[in-house]
């Protein structure tokens, strides 16, 4: 059975840092482009960040480089997005999910937040006071 179960969400104060974190299980994690997306109330799913572990490609939306840090542990099939200097704006609920087409969707460029995901998480809250 193909799981992403996210964690690490929770209410924290502008400027401060939380780090997500997802576990994958039921494919082989080593192949895959872990993405990490957010939808906040009334807004449509947006794209955050993404690593490719075949090439360790990463991808940024604008709005949180510089900010926000992905990773993954393939020995515990774990990603991790690591975010500091947290913003009101960064208040979603926020997902994982894996592509195992990657690098044939990007043609060997890497990952990207635009590509079609097969497999999701549950999502996991995260709340920024101001």
């Known amino acids: 059975e193909v799981q992403l179960v996210e964690s690490g969400g929770g209410l924290v104060q502008a400027g401060g840092s939380l780090r997500l974190s997802c576990v994958a299980s039921g494919f082989r994690f080593e192949n895959v482009a872990i993405g990490w997306f957010r939808q906040a109330p009334g807004k449509e799913r947006e794209g955050v960040a993404c690593?490719?572990?075949?090439?360790?490609?990463?991808y940024y939306v604008n709005s949180v480089k510089g900010r926000f840090t992905v990773s993954t542990d393939k020995a515990e099939n774990t990603a991790y997005l690591q975010m500091n200097n947290l913003e009101p704006e960064d208040t979603a609920v926020y997902y994982c999910?894996?592509?195992?087409?990657?690098?044939?969707?990007?043609?060997?460029?890497?990952?990207?937040?635009?590509?079609?995901?097969?497999?999701w998480g549950q999502g996991t809250q995260v709340t920024v006071s101001s």
């Open positions: 690593f490719g572990n075949k090439d360790g490609s990463t």
């Open positions: 999910a894996a592509d195992s087409l990657y690098l044939d969707r990007s043609e060997g460029y890497g990952c990207h937040v635009l590509f079609q995901y097969e497999y």
